[in-house]
């Protein structure tokens, strides 16, 4: 009995082999295909929102024809596919890539930008609306970062394409970071941590001076010193409020808020 019970065993085993070998074996149907072909597919998917199966054929494209015209170009579509898709940590990746071996590339201004439109991540904010949260409450890291690489890009490629853009964007990060320091300096004020609410307010009003949120950074500043009874720094503070907005709404029990800053509609 012992004996059959291998033996049956033993026949299951090499029908299950035996099946595993008789199922079709998945065809790549790439393995054929030419550079241009591979190129242009990528593109197609790319195009329809497919970014996983464009950034697989830009990948086999780079890996297959690394030496070919196509291959910077691959590089360059597979950062942006993984901005498309969400994936910041490997669209970062593949930007760095490739300024790090293409620093002198024709079109290395645009990947400045798209790592500057990857930090700047607007699609974070693109229903923000709905809870009415302001993006300058966020972290301000990846603000910095946006801010560094669109400021790159203005700074090396005044003639870029894309510079136009990148100016009015920091134009936007400029205030989104010195309203967070605002907003920062607020929160502080309330816990009564006039101190840290001072020097905060001081940060916004020395290092973004140009930014609309320094008028709020001075009257959070003037509140401060006055709450710590420092009426001199307070006078000061209210004498440059109201040298530089003469009409701030400040003097007269605070400005009247219709909308966020950062709503444009």
């Keep these: 009995m012992r004996n059959r ?18 199922l079709p074996e998945k065809v790549d149907e790439t393995r054929t295909w030419s550079a241009s072909k591979l190129y242009s597919e990528a ?27 196509y291959a910077q170009q691959a590089q360059m ?20 890539r490739f ?66 853009d990148a100016v009015a964007r920091l134009k936007y990060l400029v205030n989104a970071m010195a309203q967070y320091e605002v907003h920062v300096a607020k929160y502080y004020y309330r816990r009564g941590a006039y101190v840290a609410a001072a020097n905060r307010a001081q940060i916004a009003v020395s290092e973004y001076r140009e930014a609309p949120a320094v008028e709020e950074a001075l009257y959070v500043m003037a509140q401060s010193y006055d709450a710590m009874g420092m009426t001199k720094l307070r006078d000061d503070t209210n004498r440059v409020l109201r040298q530089n907005f003469p009409n701030s709404a400040y003097f007269s029990g605070g400005p009247q808020v219709n909308k966020p800053w950062w709503q444009i509609w």
């Excluded at 697989?56 to 030496?67: D, I, M, T």
């Design 5 to 22: 019970s291998i033996k049956i065993a033993a026949v299951a085993l090499a029908l299950s082999l035996s099946g595993c070998g008789m």
């Design 77 to 96: 579509e597979i950062a942006y596919a993984h901005y498309r898709q969400g994936e910041q940590p490997e669209a970062l990746a593949a930007v760095e």
């Design 99 to 164: 300024i790090k071996l293409h620093p002198n590339h024709p079109n290395v201004d645009y990947m400045y930008y798209l790592r500057g439109l990857i930090n700047f991540n607007d699609r974070l904010g693109f229903l923000s609306f709905l809870s009415r949260q302001d993006p300058s409450e966020r972290d301000p890291k990846a603000a910095r970062d946006a801010f560094d690489s669109f400021k790159l890009l203005a700074e090396r490629f005044p003639d870029s394409p894309y510079t136009k």
């Design 43 to 69: 593109r197609d998917e790319l195009a329809s929102g497919n970014y996983e199966r464009a950034i697989q054929h830009f990948e086999k494209l780079e890996s297959r024809y690394p030496f070919g015209t």
